[in-house]
């Protein structure tokens, strides 16, 4: 047995991650038999061959210890280890391997929102939010169970189906060279993997067709859920969402396959920011994307976002980005420029980036201009800004000052 061993109470979790395998190589390409794939997770488990695993197990049962309760480096360990050995016994790259350890997940749980890096951003969810990620997952759920046999039902040799990307877009500002995706165009990417003479037909076009009206139905729910929880944190309508399985395909010289389907489906939350061109705004798989969007939200809550009040267009740079604007219903020129720029924090935070600095260049009300530092003045007293879990006081800057406080 190797360091990190992973142990076990019975021997029933093994079995159903060699059949598991089985099921997912077999639709990047490989055909291996029950054996093979009982070998290979006894190995991915730290155990010497199939024998030892069963020995071991059924002499000292023992509860083992999952990916994440290892330590950092042992963590790492591991999974390097088991990251080489795909590579090796499958002959692909270490990246191709990565992704069927993740699809596998042979030591530990399958990987979805990761609470910690909500917690470490200082965000926190409420019961209400909880219950409303429960829901969006049970969506996103019936979205993967509608989709994910495509991929079987087409798992052609080097023309096998390699997307599923459902998309719902809605004209705003900035111009978008997308529509929204319809069964049809499911049932065609499907259709066209099938050779000329034997064409999707019959019992199994009119399952397809029936996976395609259930995926669309359920990511048309998902996409109405996300657009109702208005316009916090990003201040901005949502014009542009998708929610995608995919795999890739690899040739290297005789060699050709598929990489192993992503595990949970990736999704994409899009804002109607024209002058902010470097996308994607919040994309991640569809837990954390959900999670961090609620999260970001809460703290706008928190900090008293009530989306009441005038209009009032801000304009800003973010570090030495081309000026944008912001429209935002606010109660005073302060606070305008407050939600703005917090809104800017929660768009780089979801982007897994941080914010330089928010300069401002204008602020325009009901009543006209308000000169900038007046409006910064006031705004560094704002709860969204003196919280400093979005954006903090020193990041507002007004034109020719470093700071604002």
């Not at 002499?59 to 990251?83: C, H, N, S, Y």
């Not at 359920?218 to 859920?225: E, G, H, K, V, Y």
């Not at 192993?260 to 109607?272: K, Q, R, T, V, Y």
């Not at 507002?396 to 700071?403: P, Q």
Request: overall charge positive.
């Amino acid at each position: 047995m190797r360091l990190h061993t992973y142990h076990l109470l019975t021997d029933s979790p093994a079995k159903k991650k060699a059949k598991k395998l089985i099921e997912i190589v077999a639709l990047m390409g490989f055909d291996i038999k029950l054996s093979r794939a009982q070998e290979l997770v006894a190995r991915l488990m730290g155990y010497g061959d199939w024998s030892e695993l069963l020995r071991t197990t059924r002499a000292a049962p023992e509860r083992g210890v999952p990916d994440q309760m290892l330590p950092p480096k042992a963590a790492t360990e591991r999974r390097e280890f088991q990251i080489a050995l795909l590579a090796r016994e499958f002959s692909i790259e270490a990246s191709v391997a990565e992704t069927l350890l993740e699809a596998l997940v042979p030591t530990g749980e399958s990987r979805g929102v990761d609470w910690s890096m909500i917690e470490k951003l200082g965000l926190r969810l409420n019961d209400e939010d909880l219950a409303w990620f429960e829901e969006s997952m049970a969506l996103v759920r019936e979205f993967d169970s509608a989709v994910r046999p495509l991929y079987a039902l087409s798992n052609y040799p080097g023309n096998g189906l390699t997307h599923v990307r459902l998309e719902t877009v809605v004209p705003g500002r900035r111009k978008l060279s997308r529509r929204t995706t319809t069964p049809d165009d499911i049932v065609n990417w499907v259709a066209n993997c099938f050779p000329e003479n034997a064409p999707l037909a019959g019992e199994l076009l009119a399952e397809v067709k029936n996976r395609a009206k259930m995926a669309c139905q359920s990511f048309s729910a998902l996409d109405a859920r996300i657009r109702a929880l208005g316009a916090a944190p990003m201040v901005a309508p949502v014009n542009w969402t998708f929610l995608m399985l995919f795999r890739a395909h690899w040739s290297t010289g005789s060699n050709s396959f598929y990489s192993a389907i992503n595990p949970e489906p990736w999704l994409h939350i899009g804002f109607d920011l024209p002058g902010f061109c470097f996308n994607p705004e919040n994309e991640w798989n569809a837990s954390r994307a959900l999670a961090l969007q609620m999260a970001l939200r809460r703290e706008f809550l928190d900090s008293g976002w009530t989306s009441d009040g005038d209009v009032w267009e801000v304009t800003f740079r973010d570090g030495n980005s081309a000026k944008e604007d912001i429209k935002v219903r606010a109660k005073s020129a302060g606070a305008a420029c407050a939600w703005a720029s917090a809104a800017r924090g929660a768009l780089r935070i979801a982007k897994q980036q941080t914010v330089s600095s928010v300069s401002l260049i204008s602020v325009v009300g009901p009543d006209g201009s308000v000169e900038p530092e007046q409006a910064l003045s006031m705004a560094v007293n704002e709860s969204v800004i003196r919280r400093g879990k979005l954006i903090g006081a020193t990041k507002l800057r007004g034109r020719g000052r470093r700071k604002a406080a």
